[in-house]
């Protein structure tokens, strides 16, 4: 059964730093794309970062690019954790964060592209 479980969410202050974790676990993440997504109060679900399987190659919204680093660690086949480092936070990365992942290696920004996802961990940035 694959499992992708967030954690490290929480209230931060304006301009300061939390990590995001997602420990995936369940079947074999090898050649996998990974991603974050985050659903802000009253909005749809939108794309944040996502990684390809060896950590080589990242991909980044616009609103995230050089506060947001992604990385993950690959602990064997089917143990990975996805990572999303955010510095210089603002009220607008308020939302709920969502780890997926996907039956394939090509970044995507669509969520409709992942299968597996995580029930999410709140992020909340207060001015």
């Known amino acids: 059964q694959v499992q992708l479980v967030e954690s490290g969410g929480g209230l931060v202050q304006v301009g300061g730093s939390l990590r995001l974790s997602c420990a995936a676990s369940?079947?074999?993440?090898?050649?996998?794309?990974m991603a974050w997504f985050r659903r802000a109060p009253g909005k749809e679900r939108e794309f944040v970062s996502a990684?390809?399987?060896?950590?080589?190659?990242?991909?980044?919204?616009d609103s995230g690019k050089g506060r947001f680093t992604i990385s993950r660690d690959v602990i064997d086949n089917t143990k990975h954790t996805l990572f999303l480092q955010k510095t210089s936070l603002k009220p607008e990365d308020t939302a709920v964060y969502y780890c997926?992942?996907?039956?394939?290696?090509?970044?995507?920004?669509?969520?409709?592209?992942?299968?597996?996802w995580g029930q999410g961990t709140q992020v909340t940035v207060s001015s």
């Open positions: 997926a992942a996907r039956d394939g290696s090509a970044l995507k920004a669509d969520d409709s592209m992942y299968n597996y």
């Open positions: 369940g079947r074999t993440f090898r050649f996998s794309a």
């Open positions: 990684i390809n399987w060896s950590g080589g190659d990242t991909y980044y919204a």
